[in-house]
């Protein structure tokens, strides 16, 4: 003979999921509208980019003419490519561009991540001051110490070095890097960080081995959010690097811009090669992005 309260679960339908934000926000339907309203964004936002590759490889005439309009037989044209391969330095423009934001960001990425380690691991005098102070860092634009900058890469005889531009530019992502990437190590569950310990693994292998690869999405976030600074940034290369050796992508794309007369063929080809790498790097950490931005939206 079955229990009763064995029976009283026959027959009975599993509860129903409570409504989503969005859909008490918008109806049934409402994940319809987000995703409407999200395609519309991402137009908007591709936009630009889908106009400086469609114009760079028409005629200057077709570019005035009919900036929106795609390119013909006609129209078509790569005398931008042409000048800008042929007549410039552009591959030793791109290679310091690529050398100074790759070297920047494995800068920031590793002494980012162990200043995370370290504030939200340790406690020790003056940790609550070093995080305000980073918070600062966050708040203030380096650009307001330019001054103060180029005089102290004179004094170490970095002026036109590719050096000068990859210690700004991880002075300038440091303060972000380490806030995201200290809320992130806090997250790791204390007993595994323990049972390292007690298994005889140090500090430095934990890092390495254990917290690292913990934080993976939060790494891709930092990285994205210090490399488009960096590789798009004119300031700091037009006063610190501004040598034919040590010009970056975006200083070389204004020799082509004149006071009197521009060059658009060859700015956009200049520009649409340019953007390459950021778009090579979306396509490569967009899944990693993508979960280090929403971790802990749902907890």
């Known amino acids: 003979m079955p229990s009763s309260s064995t029976t009283s679960y026959v027959g009975t339908a599993s509860p129903a999921a409570p409504p989503t934000l969005v859909q008490r926000s918008f109806g049934p339907a409402g994940h ?6 999200l395609c519309i964004y991402a137009v908007i936002a591709l936009f630009p980019i889908a106009l400086i590759l469609i114009n760079s490889v028409k005629t200057r005439n077709a570019i005035f003419d009919g900036p929106m309009s795609l390119p013909t037989a006609e129209t078509l044209t790569l005398v931008g490519f042409e000048k800008v391969l042929s007549g410039t330095h552009f591959l030793l423009y791109f290679g ?51 001054v103060s900058i180029l005089q102290l890469v004179v004094a170490l005889d970095l002026i036109n070095t590719r050096t000068a531009l990859v210690l700004v530019y991880t ?32 500090e430095i292998a934990i890092f390495f081995k254990v917290i690292l690869p913990l934080i993976r999405p939060a790494i891709a976030t930092v990285a994205v959010f210090t490399m488009i600074p960096a590789w798009n940034d004119l300031w700091f290369p037009l006063i610190l690097a501004p040598g034919e050796e040590t010009r970056t992508v975006t200083l ?48």
């Open 32 to 37: 319809l509208w987000v995703h409407f309203v």
């Open 96 to 146: 310091n561009s690529l050398a100074v934001t790759l070297g920047s960001l494995v800068l920031i990425v590793l002494f980012g991540a162990m200043a995370g380690w370290a504030l939200s691991e340790y406690k020790f005098p003056g940790n609550r001051f070093l995080n305000f102070f980073i918070a600062i860092g966050i708040m203030i634009p380096i650009r307001l110490g330019t």
């Open 171 to 202: 002075a300038q992502g440091l303060p972000l890097a380490v806030m995201i990437l200290s809320e992130f190590i806090r997250q790791i569950p204390s007993e595994l960080k323990d049972a390292a310990r007690c298994d005889g693994v140090g």
């Open 252 to 299: 070389g794309v204004q020799q082509f811009i004149g006071q009197y007369a521009t060059d658009w063929n060859s700015v956009l080809a200049a520009l649409s090669m340019a953007v390459i790498p950021i778009l090579l790097l979306y396509v490569a950490f967009s899944r990693q992005l993508i979960r280090g931005l929403t971790a802990g939206a749902v907890k």
